[in-house]
């Protein structure tokens, strides 16, 4: 019973991609360069992928607050600069 369940999961899973022509070569290429499986090249690239844009739309937010606050950031420039 435990098997069957096991096999049921790993089945919901999966997920089929076609993939451009020249991609595969590419990420087989990549993969043999880092000493990964495909698979785990497409992996790593998609987590890296998505930890990225997170860190981007945070990165904006910051800045955004920060430009929210333009003469804060002016007086703390000219003091800087000693005028």
Avoid: W, Y
Wanted: no cysteine; glycine share 4%; hydrophobic share 40%.
């Amino acid at each position: 019973m435990f098997n069957t369940e096991v096999v049921r999961i790993r089945e919901e899973e999966k997920f089929v991609v076609r993939l451009p022509p020249g991609m595969r070569a590419r990420i087989a290429d990549e993969a043999k360069v880092s000493k990964r499986s495909m698979n785990s090249e497409i992996i790593n690239r998609m987590e890296s992928s998505l930890d990225l844009e997170r860190e981007v739309t945070r990165l904006k937010a910051v800045i955004d607050a920060l430009l929210g606050q333009p003469s804060e950031i002016k007086s703390a420039h000219t003091n800087e600069a000693g005028h």
